[in-house]
């Protein structure tokens, strides 16, 4: 009888995980109701929540990506939020700040703290970059602890918790670039492409039939996972074997890039480590147990490239930093 209690027990975690990746792939059905052509960024989103990592997309204005994360919000029923980062924009208004308001008896007036847009499960901080450091700054505890100080009290944020930051690559006036340590913050980049003709040929025939990108539950979008199920999915994605052969491919090519005469900044150790946690993730994703080295050269690119540091003699000659990241992952061999 006990042993058959233990059985069930054990076979409950599986079931749930099973479950939670056959909501996850109805996930991604729902967001393609109203996002066309962006695959590839939701695969990321998805990779990004089941690691408690983040995610900065670029791409320019008009590729979806605002309503990619509320659409994938609506799809997972969770909480998001969106803040337009501008010049003027204060710490505080992203973390919370303490306000004067009055006691519940009306009697005196008491500092209380007025939380930001921060306390949500999704973020969406739409162009980073056009804020100050100081101002950018103020997500790193968030995005690192999962909590924020404010007058000397830590509080933590909701879980999930994932910021989905944009940024546009036209408009340099203006801007103030990520610092390297926020940079090293994001599990992946994402870029997201404007769409081929025939995604755009979809796209604007769902608007001639009358489809409004401001009401999701109109276009169909509907809640088909949770943040129980995403809690499953990160178990999951937490017990997929990395043979040592793949930790050593991992390591060979972060140190590939150190090498690199192009780059004054390599891949660090918490770079490499973001690029297993985000193939395991990416094997769960498609119904595996272990990481392949394809799992791998597959996230790369999004996990990578955004933590390298050109030398100021090649970007004068044009070197592009994804050029130089594929060179080195190439110059790796493949176990096998």
Known sequence: MID?????????PQQAQHQARERLTQV???????VVGQDAAVSG??????????????GVPGVAKTLLVRALAQALSVDTRRVQFTPDLMPGDIT?????SQSPDGARTELTFREGPVFTHLLLADEINRTPPKTQSALLEAMEEGQVSV???TRPLPRPFLVAATQNPVEYEGTYPLPEAQLDRFLLKMVLPVPERDAELE???RHAAGF????????????????DDLQAAAAGAASVTVSPEVVAYVVDIARATRRSPSLQTGVSPRGATALMRAARAWAWLNGRDFVTPDDVKALAQATLVHRLT?????ELEGVDASAVLASAVGSVPVPR
């Open 28 to 34: 991604r059905s729902e967001v393609a109701k109203v």
């Open 4 to 12: 058959d209690q233990q059985q069930a027990q054990q076979q409950d």
């Open 203 to 205: 796209i604007l025939t």
């Open 151 to 153: 007058d000397g009290v």
């Open 310 to 314: 050109l030398r100021p003699e090649a």
């Open 212 to 227: 409004d990108p401001r009401d999701l539950a109109a276009a169909g979008v509907r809640p088909v996972a949770g943040a």
């Open 96 to 100: 919370g700040s303490m306000v004067v």
């Open 45 to 58: 989103l998805l990779v990004a929540l089941l690691c408690g990592g983040h995610v900065l997309m670029e």
